[in-house]
């Protein structure tokens, strides 16, 4: 079983920067691909980025392509998000999710594990 946990999340003026941290426990992610989700007040869960076992293959969401990049640290059993520009539309909570194939997939349904969240809220 893995446990996922999100940190990093805060308020920010727009324009600011936050780095999210997706931290496992119970069992090392290193052959495991992790996703960032968000959701928003009254909409669905949407892809945010992923990253593959090796993190060598990256995706992203039209709507934040070049300002958010997404890392992993697997020594740390960890996976980032640096949020760079963030804009007020940015405002969500932020999930990270694992999938046992090892690849960065857009698609929630392939993951296995979820955190709980992690809210980031963007004032203009």
């Known amino acids: 079983q893995v446990q996922l946990v999100e940190s990093g999340g805060g308020s920010v003026q727009a324009g600011g920067s936050l780095r999210l941290s997706c931290t496992a426990s119970?069992?090392?992610?290193?052959?495991?691909?992790v996703g960032w989700f968000r959701q928003a007040p009254g909409k669905e869960r949407d892809f945010v980025s992923s990253?593959?076992?090796?993190?060598?293959?990256?995706y992203y969401a039209d709507s934040v392509k070049g300002r958010f990049t997404i890392s992993r640290d697997n020594a740390k059993n960890t996976v980032y998000l640096q949020m760079n520009s963030l804009k007020v539309e940015d405002t969500a909570v932020y999930y990270c999710?694992?999938?046992?194939?090892?690849?960065?997939?857009?698609?929630?349904?392939?993951?296995?594990?979820w955190g709980q969240g992690t809210e980031v809220s963007v004032s203009s």
């Open positions: 999710a694992a999938t046992g194939t090892g690849w960065g997939i857009r698609s929630s349904s392939a993951y296995d594990y």
């Open positions: 119970g069992r090392t992610i290193n052959t495991y691909g």
């Open positions: 990253i593959n076992w090796t993190g060598s293959d990256t």
